[in-house]
Structure formats: C-alpha cells, structure tokens
C-alpha cells in the first residue's frame, strides 16, 4: 500500500466519471441557450458553441475572446437547478455506484485521488460526496489545457491524469511526473494509453499485490 503513497490518480468529470448522454446533452444543451443569448446574432449557437469549445477548451473563455463579453454568469446560468437534479438522479444509478467503488478502492490502496475539472464548484461537489466526501480532493474549476493549470501541481509526486480530451492531456506530455490515460469508451489513441471503462483503468494502475485475491483462491 505505501508504495502508492506518492501517487495521486487526477480524474476529470465529465465524460469519465460523468457519461450519460442524456445528462451530458442536457448540460451542453444549456450551453448552447447561453451562447444563443449572448450571441443572438449569430445563426448557428450549436457550431460556434463547437468551435469556441474546440480552441479555448472552455465556451465562456472562447465567448470572452472573441466577442469581449462578460461570461461571469455563465455558471449560473448553465448549471441551473433542472440540470442539478438530473445529475443527482445520475448520482443514484448502478453505473455510476460501481464507479464510485472503484475510486474508494483506489483511495483504499494508498493513492490520493483529486478532481481535474473544468467544471464549477456546484457541479463537482455533488460528485465528489457520492463518491468519498472526505478522502477526494475537490479545489474547484480548473482553465484545462491552459499549460498554468497544469503547473499549479505538486511536482515531486506522480500524477496519473485521467481525461476524456486528448487535447486536455497533451499540454501535461512535457511534464516527467505526469502519466495520461485516455479516457474513451470508443476510440482507442496511438501514442496515449486508453482504457474504456474505470475497471479497466483500475487494472492499468493497480500493482499486482494490491489486488484482491481471485475467486479461486477464495475461501468463503
Ligand atoms: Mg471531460
């Protein structure tokens, strides 16, 4: 276990530990309103809310670039109260309990566990207190692939980084205490290891003695 002491598994939110379509499309649905109130002029929210997302990595960052607009309501306004309760509905299904007891395993063997996401506070808390209120560490919304982001990091310990964006993880390939893992139930990367299911990322990060023991060394 105190060979994990130093090691600490980063997981993103959404499109890892969060993957309901349904859910994910609610939430970018109400990105799409807000880029649609802050840009009525423009024809298409759905493809400029796209685009802005593809190069900032974060639509309000992209909608204060481009069009010099205030976004600092942006969190209220996409994370509003029926979108807040369609995730705690998520928070109590099968699929997302078993994920949970995979992260508490990962705590149990030793590895600190941290959130890595781009989302606000009111988004992340949720997930965190269904998981382990206490052991995860939560600072709050983070400017991923901004390289500063990364750098705000512990460099004397490892960081296994887990994120459903390639681009997220390409900024941290410089960095020699970071291991990336794409997170992708679909596509497999060439150059970035890729699981597709939390048990699988388990496997890939536990070491062998750390593992319970197999069902036919089982006694009970
Ligand atoms: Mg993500």
Redesign the pocket.
């Known amino acids: 276990m105190t060979m994990n002491m130093n090691k600490t598994l980063l997981l993103?939110?959404?499109?890892?530990l969060v993957r309901d379509r349904v859910l994910l499309d609610h939430v970018k649905n109400n990105i799409v309103s807000y880029v649609h109130k802050k840009v009525p002029s423009h024809k298409n929210p759905y493809n400029l809310n796209n685009m802005l997302y593809k190069i900032y990595g974060h639509t309000a960052k992209g909608l204060k670039k481009v069009y010099k607009l205030d976004t600092s309501d942006f969190d209220t306004e996409v994370y509003d109260i029926h979108v807040l309760e369609h995730l705690y509905d998520f928070l109590e299904t099968r699929e997302f309990k078993n994920d949970s007891e995979i992260v508490r395993h990962v705590l149990d063997i030793g590895f600190d566990v941290e959130f890595l996401?781009?989302s606000p506070l009111v988004w992340s808390e949720p997930v965190k207190y269904a998981i382990d209120r206490f052991r995860i560490k939560n600072k709050g919304a983070y400017e991923k692939p901004d390289f500063d982001t990364y750098l705000k990091f512990d460099p004397s310990r490892e960081y296994i980084f887990v994120?459903?964006?390639i681009n997220?993880l390409l900024p941290t390939l410089s960095l020699d205490n970071w291991n990336q893992i794409h997170?992708s139930p679909t596509k497999k990367s060439h150059f970035i290891d890729t699981v597709s299911s939390m048990d699988e990322l388990l496997k890939k990060i536990q070491p062998r003695s750390d593992r319970p023991a197999t069902s036919s060394s089982d006694t009970r």
């Open positions: 993103d939110i959404d499109g890892v996401s781009n994120d459903d964006s997220n997170f």
